[in-house]
Nanobody, 111 residues
Framework: QVQLVESGGGLVQPGGSLRLSCAAS????????MTWYRQAPGKQRELVAY???????NYADSVKGRFTISRDNAKNTVYLQMNSLKPEDTAVYYC?????WGQGTQVTVSS
């Protein structure tokens, strides 16, 4: 059974930074594509970034240059470093592998 546990969310002022973590278990982590999504109130869930087993990354246009996805295969963890945060980044952030999802972590960007 795959389990994904996100952490690191919180309240931050515009321009601030947060680092999200997603710890995975029950899967061969190093072999999997890991993805971060987010869902803002009243909006559809959208892809934020993904990282392949080989470290190839891809980002939504809205976060390019501000967010960085990375992974530590020894710790079965994927990270999302978020800099220069904007109010429009406010959402619940989820990590995903295959058809599995974590419970999400709330990110609120507000002054």
């Amino acid at each position: 059974q795959v389990q994904l546990v996100e952490s690191g969310g919180g309240l931050v002022q515009p321009g601030g930074s947060l680092r999200l973590s997603c710890a995975a278990s029950g899967t061969i982590f190093s072999a999997n594509l890991m993805t971060w999504y987010r869902q803002a109130p009243g909006k559809q869930r959208e892809l934020v970034a993904y990282i392949s087993s080989g470290g190839r990354t891809n980002y939504a246009d809205s976060v390019k240059g501000r967010f960085t996805i990375s992974r530590d295969n020894a710790k079965n963890t994927v990270y999302l470093q978020m800099n220069s945060l904007k109010p429009e980044d406010t959402a619940v952030y989820y990590c995903s592998v295959g058809s599995n999802w974590g419970q999400g972590t709330q990110v609120t960007v507000s002054s």
